[in-house]
């Protein structure tokens, strides 16, 4: 269960969650967004560097420019 723990933190305010569902963790920061008009990101714990590669893989870049930014390897600044 702990592979799927994702922190989402929020760089305009103090937020700081963590949540063990990726897609929980995905409506919090929606939710975010738009109550507050903040950008907040999301951090894959123990999965980071596998997501990172995962992301390389699908040929995401990680730029709201050329990827989808619902994407699940979607990585914010
Ligand atoms: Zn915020």
Known sequence: MSENRVTVTCGDCALSETFDSLGTAREFIEEHRVE??????????????????????????????????????????
């Open 36 to 77: 507050t008009g903040h950008d907040p990101t999301w951090e894959f714990g123990a999965l980071a560097a596998g997501v990172e590669r995962a992301g390389d893989e699908a040929g995401v870049c990680g730029s709201p420019g050329c990827t989808d930014t619902d994407s699940p390897l979607y990585r914010g600044e």
